[in-house]
């Protein structure tokens, strides 16, 4: 699977990323005033470790057992998309999947001595499979069986960032694209994943270059992404533009807003494997995004999203209450060709809103209680009014694009401990194009403080419309989890989760492009279910 699911990585870089350059008039004093002879050594000695490179890595390993797995062997080593949907997935009361999977996300930083902090290169990739899956062989996520040797690596970050000037950052090459004001490479992971979008509408990586302006008390960035390029002599790219900006109003309260572009020409060519891309690609069905059903690839898209987010007391530092949300709208045309002239097809108008509270009640940031409210507007009859009245995230484009897994849950919605199988209900927030009202309350608990955490969670969702045939209530999901600390970012996990689903799985409407249930359910799925165990190390 794509690198954007177990993006905890990033984390490792913040702190470290910007800060490596030796200081040699300190090595050179020691050495001038030391009566130790280097080169009278086996291991030549050093005041100072060079700081010009630097390795940091990821890794992590899980058992898991369910009851959901592919029907089709097409997708028997890597499973993403929805659950139920085309890349067949399916529940079942009789069938019981197990597996150990593992990943190492390496990284690579770079920061000559010669140009003073003000040049980094970075690089990560991402190497994982299942055990005992292939060998001797070329493809991705797979590679353990007996006598291993396959080609398994996968590309995440080739990026120079630049700082011509102080707060000014431009960062150049395949990078983050994140939908927060954040620089992704000096910040928490979990802030992004909390603030902004939430990386409901961009979480992945993108080729472009970006610019960031950040200052004691504002950040503003501007990026230009190329999607796809498709034949480089032709107008047939996909093409994302950004601009965002973040004003901290008070030590406690943050206010932004955004404006993102994006001008699809590629007429679905590109995209993930055989798939395609964009309104109209096989893609879509897969994300669990809306698929809109024209005649003909012979079409051009301008979407645009227009949003403002905001928060309290972010970081949960200055007291006990923590409050963020967004506020995002995305609008647009679609024209299609047809005897030679371009004519508009369908408006786009569509919007998301969120809302999510956390009180800690104890003594470390662990102990808290937070309610997760997220509500996006549905179409009920899909291209009838020419209007598509829901919302398009990035998953139109990419698998996965967004990746909306900071709720809680950990079947209704995507959750981070994820390999080679990304399979949530709802894996894209507009729900397949019928919208979405859930919610989700989680209690953590130090059981030992900084050592020992305990969590429970639950989830609810009604889809914004009526499904032919059926209702509203998708489902019920209850989760729990307990996690052992070993020492500084290494940790032994246990969850499970089980979702009773509604009755919105009694339909096998496929006006949206893809049957709600999938290809393999004429009737309502079993219950999923879910049970896995990780150790996780975060090495520097």
């Known amino acids: 699977m794509k690198k954007y699911i177990l993006l905890t990585l990033v984390a490792v870089i913040i ?21 130790i002879n280097y080169f009278e050594h086996d291991i030549p000695y050093t005041a100072k470790a060079n700081k010009e490179f630097q390795f940091l890595a990821f890794f992590i390993t899980q058992g898991v057992s369910s009851n959901f797995y592919p029907e089709s062997s097409l997708f028997n080593g890597q499973l993403v998309g929805r659950l139920f949907g085309q890349n067949s997935s399916t529940t079942s009361d009789t069938v019981t999947a197990y597996y150990i999977e593992q990943r190492i996300l390496p990284f690579f930083i770079y920061q000559p001595k010669l140009f003073n902090g003000r040049a980094i290169l970075r690089a990560s990739f991402e190497i994982d499979w299942t055990w005992g899956d292939q060998a001797y062989g070329l493809s991705g996520n797979k590679g353990s069986a007996i006598s291993a040797d396959q080609v398994n690596i996968q590309t995440q970050n080739i990026e120079l960032e630049l700082i011509p000037w102080k707060n000014w950052y431009i960062n150049l090459g395949l990078q983050r694209l994140y939908d927060t004001p954040f620089n992704p490479y000096r910040t928490f992971f979990e802030k992004m994943t909390t603030t902004g979008y939430r990386l409901a509408y961009w979480g992945t990586d993108a080729v472009g270059v970006s610019v960031r302006w950040d200052r004691d008390y504002s950040k503003t960035k501007a990026g230009f992404y190329k999607l796809y390029e498709n034949n480089a002599e032709d107008q047939d790219d996909v093409t994302l533009m950004e601009l965002v900006y973040r004003k901290k109003l008070s030590t406690m309260w943050n206010l932004g807003g955004s404006m993102y572009y994006l001008m699809d020409r590629g007429k679905g060519q590109g995209g993930v494997s055989v798939f395609g891309q964009g309104l109209n690609s096989t893609l879509v069905n897969y994300t669990g995004g ?24 972010p970081d949960f530092w200055l007291d006990r209450l923590l409050f963020t949300g967004f506020l995002n709208y995305n609008l647009g045309t679609v024209e299609t060709k047809e005897n030679g002239s371009w004519n508009k097809v369908a408006d786009i108008g569509g919007m998301a809103a969120n809302l999510r509270g956390a009180y800690r009640y104890g003594q470390t940031l662990n102990d808290y209680f937070s309610v997760d409210l997220i509500y996006t507007t549905g179409d009920g009859d899909g291209l009838d009014n020419d209007k598509y009245s829901g919302v398009i995230t990035g998953n139109t484009w990419g698998m996965p694009a967004s990746v909306f897994i900071s709720s809680g849950a950990y079947l209704l919605f995507p959750h981070a401990n994820v390999v ?3 399979t949530p209900v709802v894996a894209d927030i507009s729900n397949m194009g019928y919208g979405l009202t859930a919610g989700t309350a989680n209690f953590h608990r130090d059981v030992i403080p900084h050592k020992l955490n305990a969590k429970l969670g639950a989830a609810m969702a009604y889809s914004a419309v009526k499904p032919q045939d059926a209702d509203k ?20 996990e246990l969850h499970g989760a089980y979702m009773w689903l509604g009755d ?21 799925p079993t219950d999923p279910w879910t049970v896995f165990l990780v150790y996780k190390w975060l090495m520097f």
């Open 15 to 35: 702190p470290l990323s910007h800060s490596f350059a030796q200081d040699e008039t300190e090595v050179k004093n020691h050495q001038e005033s030391s009566s």
């Open 420 to 422: 080679n199988r990304f």
């Open 504 to 524: 919105f799985y009694d339909s096998n409407d496929a006006s949206h492009g893809t049957d709600i249930n999938g290809i393999y359910n004429t009737e309502r």
């Open 473 to 492: 209530y998708m489902g019920t999901e209850l989760n729990a989890a307990l996690k052992y600390s070993f020492g500084p970012f290494m940790s032994l």
């Open 290 to 313: 809306f698929n809109f059903g024209l005649p003909t690839n012979e079409y051009h898209a301008d979407v645009a999203w227009i949003g403002t987010f905001f928060s309290r007391n």
